[in-house]
T-cell receptor, first 118, second 114 residues
Framework: ETGVTQTPRHLVMGMTNKKSLKCEQH?????MYWYKQSAKKPLELMFV???????ENNSVPSRFSPECPNSSHLFLHLHTLQPEDSALYLC?????????????????FGPGTRLTVL | AQTVTQSQPEMSVQEAETVTLSCTYD???????LFWYKQPPSRQMILVIR??????QNATENRFSVNFQKAAKSFSLKISDSQLGDAAMYFC???????????FGSGTQLTVLP
């Protein structure tokens, strides 16, 4: 397994369900990201983790709850979502920011999870 | 506000021809990278090319090259000898703010005509 993987690839859920998205990176990186990509809109950064610590939360509603148990895994827990949350959710990773990695190092993306909220 | 602008929502090119996609950005950082990603129908975001802002030489990766104008904050992507597999949405990305975030442009949908 190489690169960045995401599961599931497709998810359909009702507004009262609770589900989780999983991201795993095999690149030895220490920074991980969640993005939301809606139709007709640019990628929106949701959360950033560096060495398992959350460093950014871009005003994301609390119905999205991230978790980063280690540098290789990132989860996005979902509960009581709204239909407008339907989108492609992309995970990315990059080199950490303290080991000489340059500012905004290259981010490598997973294939995404296509989420549909009914 | 940090912004990245791609002024061409759609572009088309004949197979084997050359096409240039435009991008302008606005950052207060002095040392940074700029990126072009492509997103084919599979929706996988794939890095195409990266430019280091402190390097005057334009980056090149096989058929892909950039025209980087730092003073003008312009970062265009040139695709030479276009192939059918180049058809995708292309996103330009630049750093935003002090939080090591990337801001992505709205994308340019490239169609390659046989």
């Amino acid at each position: 397994e190489t690169g960045v993987t995401q599961t599931p690839r497709h998810l359909v859920m009702g507004m009262t369900n609770k589900k989780s998205l999983k991201c795993e990176q095999h690149l030895g990186h220490n920074a991980m990201y969640w993005y939301k990509q809606s139709a007709k809109k640019p990628l929106e950064l949701m959360f950033v983790y560096n060495f398992k610590e959350q460093t950014e939360n871009n005003s994301v509603p609390s119905r999205f709850s991230p978790e980063c148990p280690n540098s290789s895994h990132l989860f996005l827990h979902l509960h009581t979502l709204q239909p407008e949350d339907s989108a492609l959710y992309l995970c990315a990773s990059s080199q950490d920011w303290t080991s000489g990695g340059s500012f905004t190092d290259t981010q490598y993306f997973g294939p995404g999870t296509r989420l549909t909220v009914l | 506000a940090q912004t990245v602008t791609q002024s061409q929502p759609e572009m088309s090119v004949q197979e084997a021809e050359t096409v240039t996609l435009s991008c302008t950005y606005d950052t207060s950082e002095s040392d940074y990278y700029l990126f072009w990603y492509k997103q084919p129908p599979s929706r996988q975001m794939i890095l195409v090319i990266r430019q280091e802002a402190y390097k005057q030489q334009n980056a090149t990766e096989n058929r892909f090259s950039v025209n980087f104008q730092k003073a003008a904050k312009s970062f265009s992507l040139k695709i030479s000898d276009s192939q059918l597999g180049d058809a995708a949405m292309y996103f330009c990305a630049a750093p935003s703010g002090s939080a090591r975030q990337l801001t992505f442009g709205s994308g340019t949908q490239l169609t390659v005509l046989p």
